[in-house]
């Protein structure tokens, strides 16, 4: 039997969706916010069955995780499912085989590509001179655009799809999109490593040593990935303490 | 700072957490809301700390910091190219995007000339 969800509690679903992060936690991970999401519609399903109420706010608060962005897929899917009295066997295997897609898919998109194609372009403008309030305004702008978007796209995509949602995401083809979003991403990189090498302000005003390292930096880290990132921090303080000190003795 | 109190919320939460047993939809908002609350607290804590302690060591440095303008920023971003070359591996590598990288660099240096 299906029961239809009104506007209102979807909205409020949704809504709730964009607060699923919350209460992240290494024991049910987005178990708690997926339950909370899921409270507006549990409601209204399970009115007159207290015991069936229970049974399924206990099924939502298991273990979940999915990449924040993208759990509206899971979440609009699970409604739909829920609303039409699917059963509860099948909705927590449904939950269990989404968990990985969506995680993979939504952290190669968004943190792999989207947000760091954001964030260069946003450095750019400000190497071109844009002010520092404009460019901090555009990259919340644009960014949350997509962030938006995304979220929207997924909740109604689950939504109208249920269980064979897994047709619809493959249909909308992420992974394509993620590679053209990198690619914009790499372009913008291109982009700024050419401005701090040649821009105003750059190393060739720093000077041929710098603009040296910088390039060796570049390699090392392009070579050797994230395990470079830590020890270069650690470097680049120890040295401006040390520098600090010099100037301090001196 | 932001990694050691995010896992100690996150720990703290689990144990927070609304056990599958018994649970009440009140206790299920409830728990969620004052989860989000503490990680705003969290992050206004965090912020005042980093303002207030980044202008007490600016001051610091200030005073004794022994290198030109030109070199602090040449310092500065030899370190942002470690980063810059990270970020190149993780979004696909330069093998990958040699082209699109390549256009970037050639367009700002084009720019930087003519411009």
């Known amino acids: 039997m299906t029961i239809a969800l009104s506007r209102r509690v979807l909205v409020s679903a949704f809504a709730r969706s964009f607060l699923i992060q919350g209460s992240w936690n290494y024991k049910t991970m987005l178990g708690s916010g997926f339950a909370f999401a899921m409270l507006p519609a549990l409601r209204v ?6 015991s ?7 099924r939502h608060l298991e273990h979940f995780n999915a990449h924040p962005y993208l759990s509206g897929v899971a979440l609009g899917a699970v409604l739909r499912m829920e609303a039409d009295g699917e059963a509860p066997e099948d909705v927590r295997r449904f939950k269990t085989a989404v968990r990985g897609p969506l995680g993979g898919l939504g952290d190669a998109l968004v943190w792999g590509a989207w947000l760091p194609a954001v964030s260069l372009a946003a450095l750019t403008l400000l ?35 249920g269980r064979g949602v897994g047709r619809s995401l493959g249909a909308a083809a992420l992974s394509l999109w993620t590679a053209r979003v990198r690619s914009l ?13 040649a821009g105003r302000g750059g190393l060739a005003e720093a000077g041929p040593i710098w603009a040296a390292l910088a390039c060796a930096a570049f390699v090392g880290g392009n070579l050797v990935g994230h395990r470079l990132w830590r020890p270069a921090a650690v470097a680049v303080v120890a040295a401006v303490a040390l520098l600090a000190a010099w100037g301090w003795a001196a | 700072m932001g990694g050691f109190t995010v896992s100690a919320l996150r720990r703290l939460n689990g144990r927070l957490a609304p056990e599958p047993d018994g649970p009440r939809p009140e206790r299920v908002s409830a728990v969620h809301m ?12 965090l912020t005042l700390i980093g303002v207030l302690g980044g202008r007490w060591v600016m001051g610091i ?35 990958r ?9 050639a367009l700002a240096l084009v720019g930087a000339r003519f411009l």
């Open chain 2, 97 to 105: 995007l040699r082209i699109v990288f390549v256009a970037g660099v």
């Open chain 2, 34 to 45: 004052g989860a989000i609350a503490l990680d705003g607290l969290r992050g206004a804590l």
């Open chain 1, 185 to 197: 991403a790499g372009l913008l990189l291109g982009l700024f490593c050419g401005m701090a090498l």
């Open chain 1, 52 to 58: 069936g109420m229970d049974a399924a706010l206990r």
């Open chain 1, 127 to 161: 190497w071109l001179g844009v002010p520092a309030w404009v460019a901090v305004l555009l990259f919340l702008l644009v960014y949350n655009a997509g962030h938006v978007a995304l979220r929207a796209w997924g909740f109604m995509t689950g939504l109208t799809g």
């Open chain 1, 45 to 50: 399903l399970f009115r007159e069955d207290p």
């Open chain 2, 61 to 95: 440095l200030a005073q004794s910091w022994p290198l030109g303008p030109s070199d602090t920023r040449g310092l500065l971003l030899v370190g942002g190219a470690v980063s810059a070359g990270v970020l190149l591996r993780s979004l696909g590598g330069y093998r």
